[in-house]
């Protein structure tokens, strides 16, 4: 059994700063791919930013130069450092991980950023 746990989320004044972790835990290898996505109320939900085991990173257009997403494999755990942040940032963030062509891939259940003064 495979969980995915995000945290990190809340509320956060404009040019503000968070972290979000997202928690991998179970009986898994290694994780092959992991990214963050977001869901604002109306919107479909869009990739933020996903990380490969080799370490590439690739990020949205909106996030680029403010957001870093990074991996510690000893801790199964990915992170999504979120900088200057921006009202339009506020929305659902999830964590999708690859752990392998055997296994599907998991989503967490979600942490909620709002960005707000």
């Known amino acids: 059994q495979v969980q995915v746990v995000e945290s990190g989320g809340g509320l956060v004044q404009p040019g503000g700063f968070a972290e979000l972790s ?9 994780i092959n791919k992991a990214a963050w996505y977001r869901q604002a109320p109306g919107k479909q939900r869009e990739l933020v930013a996903d990380i490969t085991s080799g370490g590439s990173t690739n990020y949205a257009d909106s996030v680029k ?3 870093t997403i990074s ?9 999504l450092q ?7 940032d ?8 690859d ?14 950023v709002t960005v707000s003064s």
């Open 99 to 112: 752990l392998g062509p055997a296994m599907p891939p998991y989503w967490g259940q979600g942490t909620q």
């Open 71 to 79: 991996t510690n494999n000893d801790k199964n755990t990915v992170y």
């Open 90 to 97: 506020t929305a659902v963030y999830y964590c999708n991980v």
């Open 22 to 30: 997202c928690k991998v835990s179970g009986t898994i290898y290694s």
């Open 65 to 67: 130069g403010r957001f």
């Open 82 to 88: 979120m900088n200057s942040l921006k009202p339009e």
